[in-house]
């Protein structure tokens, strides 16, 4: 039984398609980029001492602060929450630093729209195998979501699984709304080992009926790329937490699929984005049924438990198996005590018994009505602890009940509040709205004014026109004038010309006579 990328689909309802998965990218390439996203120039006054590691959210939260001051930068804040969430939530490393891994998942998200949810999956499972494989070390994965996983398949009996109005629900809501209780490590081994079946569901209450990843490319399992490294994941071995029957899943190099970045191959990596373009997909057919197994499965989960532990006692685990054998010896001690007080009340019984038949002939009357009595108690008994169930049952209602008053009066007041927010906004707009008015009636009229001013310079465009067409008939009637003036003086030379000659001519003529 482990988490599936359709499980933690569901959990964390990122709107993109679970199998678009992320594929690793050189962190170089990705550094420009975030700053971009960002808004900042660069990201080295943000990373650590040495430069060399990764980014420090005391830092960047630093910018989120001067970032909310700004109110032209709230796609900027927004991403620096986001990218918070990405590196201390979902691919954690060290605390209060963001690894560029965990960054460049959070550019490739930016970017092309990828979903987590089989990063996620992928650093839980690489978490996991380390701590077995070393017997030490803590979890460096998204703990919060694996906890949430593992109370909905153990916590059945919880009321927030029995709420019919489920569907219509956020999962993580209602995981907040609800406080859990706190186990230490001895606590949640003892819960688990006295788990009992009635409980206990293989399918998630909040999970729906849809399709379902189960192999890759040429592999019968499905290969993981997560942060750091990869690892393999095999949804056959987890059929009955999709309602289908478990049957004996195929297996073959699936234990050798698994390590880091820093040895693998590109062609390695190269095949596994390869192997994601072709899923084999299963969708589920509608209603539910209980979860079953083929009938060779037991077989082989027995035998492959005795391998496990044969494994595990070649690496040196034995240490852990001593542990358990001594926890069970002293389980053992606990039960023959048990045992035996019980043996020494069965004998004690047994004499009450024999004194109760020798006594029995004596007092056969006294005894029936001892019988009626115990009957009527138990009777009476049993209609009390119906009736303390039923008050039981009506103090959680009432309790239930004066929550949800106190949460409706809650949203209430805010929403009180809201409407007076909103009704002093108003009155401001009904002002603004006044002055607009105003100012629409005097443009109006000025709109008014603007067109008789139209019409008049219209008027006068078409007085200019016609005294242009005057002035050019003047103009040209002044240039006949000069023509007929220069023709004039012409022909005023041309008689005085004349003039002087007939005047000469004359003078000829008379001096002449005057001759003769």
């Known amino acids: 039984m482990t988490p599936t990328i359709e499980e933690y689909s569901v959990l964390t309802e990122f709107p993109e398609d679970a199998y678009k998965v992320y594929f690793r990218q050189r962190i170089d390439d990705t550094m420009d980029e975030l700053a971009k996203l960002l808004g900042i120039p660069q990201l080295i006054p943000y990373r650590e001492k040495d430069n060399s590691g990764g980014l420090r959210w005391k830092r960047l939260e630093e910018l989120l602060i001067a970032k909310k001051a700004n109110s032209g930068?709230?796609?900027?804040?927004?991403?620096?929450?986001?990218?918070?969430?990405?590196?201390?939530?979902?691919?954690?490393?060290?605390t209060g630093i963001i690894s560029l891994e965990a960054a460049n998942l959070f550019v490739e998200y930016e970017k092309t729209k990828i979903n987590p949810?089989?990063?996620?999956?992928?650093?839980?499972?690489?978490?996991?195998?380390?701590?077995?494989?070393?017997?030490?070390?803590?979890?460096?994965?998204?703990?919060?979501?694996?906890?949430?996983?593992?109370?909905?398949h153990i916590e059945t009996e919880t009321p927030i699984f029995n709420n019919f109005l489920w569907f219509d629900q956020k999962p993580l809501e209602l995981f907040i709304s609800k406080?859990?209780?706190?186990?230490?490590?001895?606590?949640?081994?003892?819960?688990?080992?006295?788990?009992?079946?009635?409980?206990?569901?293989?399918?998630?209450?909040w999970m729906r009926n849809m399709t379902s990843l189960m192999s890759c490319g040429e592999k019968p399992w499905v290969p993981l790329i997560g942060v750091i490294g990869y690892v393999s994941y095999a949804p056959a071995l987890v059929a009955r937490q999709l309602e289908g029957i478990q049957s004996v899943p195929k297996t073959i190099d699936i234990a050798q699929f698994t390590g880091v970045y820093k040895g693998a191959t590109m062609e390695m990596l190269e095949s596994i984005k390869q192997d994601w373009n072709s899923l084999l997909l299963i969708k589920k057919e509608n209603g539910s049924r209980n979860p079953t197994v083929s009938e060779k499965y037991p077989e082989w989960r027995?035998?492959?438990?005795?391998?496990?532990?044969?494994?595990?006692?070649?690496?040196?685990?034995?240490?852990?198996?001593?542990s358990c054998e001594e926890e069970l010896r002293e389980q053992v001690k606990q039960l023959q005590a048990e045992l035996k007080t019980k043996e020494d009340l069965r004998l004690s019984l047994e004499h009450q018994l024999a004194e109760e038949k020798a006594m029995r002939k004596l007092d056969e009357k006294e005894r029936d009505s001892v019988d009626r009595d115990r009957m009527k108690a138990m009777n009476n008994l049993e209609s009390l602890k119906v009736i303390n169930e039923e008050k039981t049952l009506q103090v959680e209602k009432v309790q239930y009940w004066e929550e949800l008053a106190v949460k409706t009066q809650a949203v209430s007041s805010k929403r009180l509040t809201d409407i007076k927010e909103l009704k002093s906004?108003?009155?401001?707009?009904?002002?603004?709205?006044?002055?607009?008015?105003?100012?629409?009636?005097?443009?109006?009229?000025?709109?008014?004014?603007?067109?008789?001013?139209k019409i008049k310079a219209k008027a006068m465009r078409t007085k200019l026109a016609k005294g242009e067409v005057k002035t050019e008939q003047l103009l040209g009637s002044q240039k006949m004038m000069e023509s007929h003036n220069q023709a004039l003086d012409t022909a005023n030379n041309s008689l005085s010309k004349n003039n002087?000659?007939?005047t000469e001519r004359i003078r000829e003529f008379q001096g002449l006579r005057l001759i003769g």
């Not at 044969?310 to 198996?321: A, L």
């Open 73 to 94: 930068a709230k796609l900027e804040k927004h991403r620096i929450l986001a990218l918070g969430i990405f590196g201390l939530v979902l691919c954690p490393s060290t």
């Open 117 to 152: 949810c089989a990063v996620i999956l992928a650093e839980t499972y690489l978490s996991l195998s380390h701590c077995k494989k070393t017997g030490k070390g803590s979890m460096r994965c998204c703990v919060s979501l694996l906890f949430i996983w593992l109370l909905s």
């Open 179 to 205: 406080e859990w209780e706190s186990f230490s490590e001895d606590d949640w081994r003892v819960k688990l080992q006295r788990l009992p079946v009635s409980i206990f569901n293989w399918k998630a209450p």
């Open 302 to 322: 027995d035998k492959r438990v005795s391998d496990m532990v044969e494994i595990s006692e070649s690496v040196g685990t034995r240490r852990k198996r001593v």
């Open 425 to 453: 906004q108003l009155k401001d707009v009904e002002l603004e709205l006044v002055k607009t008015k105003k100012i629409v009636k005097a443009t109006k009229n000025l709109r008014t004014e603007l067109n008789s001013v």
């Open 500 to 502: 002087l000659i007939h």
